[in-house]
């Protein structure tokens, strides 16, 4: 079966979505003095209340989006549940950040216009995997 040249571009998308993703949970979880400097006290007091476990959401969600990315361009089926892992992970931890850890009150309403992306984004892939590779 011929590939659509979509669904390279959106794998290809996908890719580089997700290893930014994995840069932004890295930079979060062991930020240098250089991303330290840059931030506001507000936002360091924020970084400084995740809990550990958040960080094993976050990283569920990158890595495996990032690993069913790279399976989705090779057309390999097991994309499709690394992808609902990703969702759940993202949609979780992008959950309690905005909520338990009310994010919204450091960065203001804007604040829910990333985590709704991030969350719209791995519940697209899913469904576009489950479409298109199952």
């Known amino acids: 079966m011929k590939i659509s040249p979509l669904f390279i571009v959106i ?3 996908a890719i580089l979505w997700n290893i930014m993703g994995i840069f932004q949970m890295l930079s979060a979880a062991f930020p240098t003095p250089e991303i330290l400097e840059k931030m506001k006290p507000s936002e360091i007091e924020l970084l400084d209340s995740y809990p550990w476990w ?16 790279i399976l989705m361009l090779l057309r390999k089926p097991l994309a ?5 892992v990703s969702w ?7 959950a ?17 216009i990333m985590p709704a992306l991030v969350v719209g984004v ?5 469904f576009f995997s489950k479409r298109h590779l199952v």
């Not at 958040?54 to 990315?69: E, I, K, P, Q, R």
């Not at 909520?99 to 960065?107: K, N, R």
């Open 11 to 13: 794998s290809i998308l």
């Open 122 to 126: 791995a519940g697209f892939l899913y």
């Open 96 to 112: 309690y950040w905005l909520f338990p850890l009310g994010a919204a009150e450091y960065y203001g309403g804007g604040a829910c």
């Open 88 to 94: 759940l992970g993202v949609t979780i931890q992008m």
């Open 54 to 69: 958040l960080y094993l959401f976050f990283g569920a969600g990158v890595f495996n989006g990032t690993a069913g990315s």
């Open 80 to 84: 499709t549940p690394l992808f609902l």
